[in-house]
T-cell receptor
Framework: GAVVSQHPSWVICKSGTSVKIECRSL??????MFWYRQFPKQSLMLMAT?????????EQGVEKDKFLINHASLTLSTLTVTSAHPEDSSFYIC?????????????FGPGTRLTVT | QKEVEQNSGPLSVPEGAIASLNCTYS??????FFWYRQYSGKSPELIMS????GDKEDGRFTAQLNKASQYVSLLIRDSQPSDSATYLC?????????FGQGTELSVKP
């Protein structure tokens, strides 16, 4: 159980375009989903927390107009990187939590590697 | 600022030995603690969670928690080369996980 998928696993896009990344919880309902970014040799950086049906809560320093998050259902959250630039190239990872279990365990998707040229 | 501290390593142990990974945290009110394993180029994988003081064992892994000392550790017995990875300590803070920088473990055959 507790499987989280992400799509696509990797994407290359041109500077100025937008990219959408999907995160799905496959076998549980995710009341809360999280989006992280990880640069090489660095730890995870939380970008935002999203709860189903409500606006995402962004961490300090993360541009909410650039990184659009939608959590439309209990099994799907999307992250759209708008007007991508080379400095947005990174490993984007989502995670999901099933609060119904009464715990704060987060299960991670496999990640999406974004390269902006 | 809530913090989670880990030695970055690398920690090198011979195959078959016990690897000991340590983590300290600053928020005395934290109640949930997690260890994740991350292979190079992959996403983190949950390997242990611990909520109460003492030891919790799962196969070759043992998590130890001491809330009074604000300290959590992970022991890996009979270390294998396949255990070579970065181990992330995470502490729940207000519904979010606060991660340490990770300890890189290398198990030498």
């Amino acid at each position: 159980g507790a499987v989280v998928s992400q799509h696509p696993s990797w994407v290359i896009c041109k500077s100025g375009t937008s990219v959408k990344i999907e995160c799905r919880s496959l076998d549980f309902q995710a009341t809360t989903m999280f989006w992280y970014r990880q640069f090489p040799k660095q730890s995870l950086m939380l970008m935002a927390t999203s709860n189903e049906g409500s606006k995402a809560t962004y961490e300090q320093g993360v541009e909410k107009d650039k990184f659009l998050i939608n959590h439309a259902s209990l099994t799907l959250s999307t992250l759209t990187v708008t007007s991508a630039h080379p400095e947005d190239s990174s490993f984007y990872i989502c995670s999901a939590n099933d609060r119904g279990e009464g715990s704060y365990e987060q299960y991670f998707g496999p990640g999406t590697r974004l390269t902006v040229t | 600022q809530k913090e989670v501290e880990q030695n970055s390593g690398p920690l090198s142990v011979p195959e078959g030995a016990i690897a000991s990974l340590n983590c300290t945290y600053s928020d005395r009110g934290s109640q949930s603690f997690f260890w994740y394993r991350q292979y190079s180029g992959k996403s983190p994988e949950l390997i242990m969670s611990i909520y109460s003081n003492g030891d919790k064992e799962d196969g070759r892994f043992t998590a130890q928690l001491n809330k009074a000392s604000q300290y959590v550790s992970l022991l890996i017995r009979d270390s294998q080369p396949s255990d070579s990875a970065t181990y992330l300590c995470a502490v729940n803070g207000g519904g979010k996980l606060i991660f340490g920088q990770g300890t890189e473990l290398s198990v030498k055959p």
